[in-house]
């Protein structure tokens, strides 16, 4: 027992002093690679480089940790359980694709963190004096923990997307109604937008784009963009370009209706909002600032009371 105890100290030592390492050698990597970069802007293109010499430049995390990291993953793959496999697709293209996961890679990442937040917990508490039921306890709060931590990181990710396609919206949406009517058709109305915008959507609406070039009819590529943002005021922004499409309606109209209708929404949810910090704030008024006034102006008088009784 004692030698293996010595052996996963030897081990914890090891990697912490890996991990201060490899952070240190990635911040001179990143200076590295700053001045290699502002060099190649002021005196141009250097001479073709070999190919080893190329990989060579690369960082350490992407020459050796990530390649090992996925090889890890895809020989637990084989062995992990596609269990709502689906569903969690559909989040992970809800958030955006975070580091080109896919659904099974992060299910097998959930066992990992769930194993070893619950192994760390046991060496963590084998000496701590408390009872076994309480080290049981722990061991599978912490396991539950690092199980539901992807999901809470993931969905996360996908709000912050939502609300950010949400703010950019009525902007593209005005930006697509000045091309439309200046003359430009629906295409060149979004190859522009990308080009003049920046965010989530104008990213997006390069996929459409590429897709479109690709031979993906129009409506097919905005339906699909429209699943994977998954945000209501953008499907029914789809949906009403699809059907003045369908019916020959000007989409100039379609896209400024829209457009007052994104806005009013908006200004409706933030007045909600508005309406609702009062009754947030009187929770912490009641429990934290009210009670120091009572303490404040009632204290002396309490005393005093104290001190006439007392007699």
């Known amino acids: 027992r004692s030698i293996m105890i010595r052996l996963i100290n030897s081990f914890c030592v090891f990697g912490a002093v890996f991990a201060f390492v490899l952070f240190i050698f990635g911040i001179l990597e990143r200076e590295k690679m700053k001045m290699k970069n502002r060099v190649t802007e002021v005196v141009g293109p250097e001479t073709p480089v070999p190919i080893r010499q190329q990989e060579l430049s690369f960082p350490l995390y992407q020459r050796f940790v990530k390649p090992m990291f996925s090889r ?6 084989k062995y992990i359980p596609a269990a709502n496999e689906e569903v969690l697709d559909k989040k992970l293209s809800e958030a955006g694709n975070p580091y080109n996961l896919m659904a099974r890679e992060v299910l097998v990442i959930k066992y990992l963190v769930a194993v070893v937040l619950a192994i760390g917990t046991r060496f963590l508490l084998q000496n701590s004096g408390k009872s076994h039921m309480q080290i049981l306890v722990m ?3 912490a396991c ?3 199980w539901l931590l992807p999901d809470v990181l993931i969905n996360s990710k996908g709000r912050q997307r939502k609300e950010q396609v949400s703010k950019e919206l009525p902007e593209v949406l005005d930006l697509l ?4 009517e200046a003359g430009l058709g629906f295409d060149g109305a979004i190859k522009k937008v990308v080009d003049k915008s920046k965010g989530v959507l104008p990213d997006e609406l ?3 784009l590429e897709e479109i070039r690709m031979g993906k009819p129009r409506r097919e590529a905005l339906r699909d963009m429209a699943d994977r943002l998954a945000v209501d ?3 029914n922004f789809v949906g009403s370009v699809i059907m003045a499409e369908q019916l ?10 829209q457009s007052k209708e994104v806005r009013l929404k908006r200004r409706q949810s933030v007045e909600e909002l508005a309406m609702k910090a009062p009754v947030k704030m009187l929770i912490p008024m009641v429990f934290f600032i009210f009670p120091a006034i009572f303490v404040v102006l009632l ?3 309490a005393i005093q009371i104290m001190r006439v009784f007392g007699r």
């Open 72 to 77: 890890i993953i895809n020989i637990l793959m």
């Open 233 to 235: 005021d953008f499907s």
């Open 139 to 141: 061991i599978i709060a």
């Open 206 to 208: 390069f996929i459409v």
């Open 177 to 180: 109604t000045v091309c439309i």
């Open 299 to 301: 204290g002396p008088a």
């Open 144 to 146: 539950i923990f690092g």
């Open 248 to 257: 020959g309606i000007s989409i100039g109209k379609v896209l400024r209706l």
